[in-house]
Every structure is written in structure tokens, then in C-alpha cells.
């Protein structure tokens, strides 16, 4: 079985703060894809990123970053330099090898305050 | 089209009436799905469709709930005697395998409020 955990409920940072959202995927599977989402006040869901389980190397995309350990099953996401444009609501989302069923976390409130 | 569009945007409804959700997916992509979404909550499946292959239904909450998807392409989700708590974001979203990616993009969601 696998099981995907964003344990941060809610966060809340001051502009210009770097903030770092947790994900945790428990599978068994060898093989899988994580992928983060993004949901605005607006509502629609918005693709960020995608990485695949057997490559590791971590990248960084402007103000984003993230953080992939297959060792520990994490797959964090760090914005640097937030703005107040970043508050939404953030998923984690696996997706097992072969498959095209993604699962959702229960996401990640995140509120930037100016 | 550009993206994923889903109608109407939003839907009103009496307790006890049906209502139909439409989806068009993104041209050239295989797959579909269905996703509920609650106030302040997370992402709940409902349904999956994949080529010509039966659906998964795994995650449609009653036989209230059911969904087609015509020449592998437009789908609807039909609820029937709806409820109060049957109100909330409806989202679709459409994805396809390329030889190095995956792509799944989402609608902008139907609001059902059911009164």
C-alpha cells in the first residue's frame, strides 16, 4: 500500500521569509513520480513540478527548489524569498510507476504575510 | 483547446434534483479523471477513465454517482437525488504518457451547491 503525508497543515511566514513544505511518500513500488501542485484563492490547480524516484539530483527553478531522498522518502519543497502571490495551498501528489492515478496529500496551507 | 474546460462553472440546485457535469479534456490526452473537492479539504477521486478500458470507479461515494465518457473523449459526471453533502468543487483533469513525461492538467473545477 502506499501512502502519501503532508503533515504541515498550515503555515504562515512574513514576505521575503524561505519556507520549505514536507512531503512523505511511503510505497514499496521501486518506481514512481511525485508532483507538486499548487491552488490558489482562485481555485484551479496548477502543475509546478514532477520528479521520477530514480533521480535524485535535486534542482532549483528560480525561487523554487526541492529536496528528493528516496532514502527517507521525502520530497520537500523550499520557496525562497516568498511573496504574498505564493499563499495558496500546496499538494503532494505520488504517482506509481505504470499508473496514471495520481494521490493527493491533504495539502499545505501556506499564507505569506506582508 | 488551450486546457482542460469543465461546465457549467458553477450550479445551484434544489435537494433531490440530478445534475450533469461536463468535461472537455485537453486534445490528445488518454486519460481522464474526476475529483471531488469539499470545502477546505483535500482532493477526494471519484473516477478514472483510461482509453477504452472500464473506468475506475473506485472512488464515486454511492451509486448516486456516475460518469461516462463519449468516443474517448468529452465526459460527464451525473449525480442523481442529490444532497446537501454532495455540495463542493468538482474538478477534472486530463493527462497523457509522452516517451520522457507525464503530464495532468486540471479544469478550473465546477461549484455544485446544493440547497
Known amino acids: 500500500a502506499q501512502k502519501v503525508t503532508q503533515a504541515q497543515t498550515e503555515i504562515s511566514v512574513v514576505e521575503k521569509e524561505d519556507v520549505t513544505l514536507d512531503c512523505v511518500y511511503e510505497t514499496r513500488d521501486t518506481t514512481y513520480y511525485l508532483f507538486w501542485y499548487k491552488q490558489p484563492p482562485s481555485g484551479e490547480l496548477v502543475f509546478l513540478i514532477r520528479r521520477n524516484s530514480f533521480d535524485e539530483q535535486n534542482e532549483i527553478s528560480g525561487r523554487y527548489s526541492w529536496n528528493f531522498q528516496k532514502s527517507t522518502s521525502s520530497f520537500n519543497f523550499t520557496i525562497t524569498a516568498s511573496q504574498v502571490v505564493d499563499s495558496a495551498v500546496y499538494f503532494c501528489a505520488p504517482l506509481k510507476g505504470g499508473s496514471e492515478k495520481l494521490v493527493f496529500g491533504k495539502g499545505t496551507k501556506l499564507t505569506v504575510n506582508p | 483547446g488551450a486546457g482542460v474546460s469543465q461546465s457549467p462553472s458553477n450550479k445551484v440546485t434544489e435537494k433531490g434534483k440530478d445534475v450533469e457535469l461536463r468535461c472537455d479534456p485537453i486534445s490528445g490526452h488518454t486519460a481522464l479523471y474526476w475529483y471531488r473537492q469539499s470545502l477546505g479539504q483535500g482532493l477526494e477521486f471519484l473516477i478514472y477513465f483510461q482509453g477504452n478500458s472500464a473506468p475506475d470507479k473506485s472512488g464515486l461515494p454511492s451509486d448516486r454517482f456516475s460518469a461516462e465518457r463519449t468516443g474517448g473523449s468529452v465526459s460527464t459526471l451525473t449525480i442523481q437525488r442529490t444532497q446537501q453533502e454532495d455540495s463542493a468543487v468538482y474538478l477534472c483533469?486530463?493527462?497523457?504518457?509522452?516517451?520522457?513525461?507525464?503530464?495532468?492538467?486540471f479544469g478550473p473545477g465546477t461549484r455544485l451547491t446544493v440547497t
Open positions: 483533469a486530463s493527462s497523457r504518457w509522452t516517451e520522457f513525461n507525464y503530464e495532468q492538467y
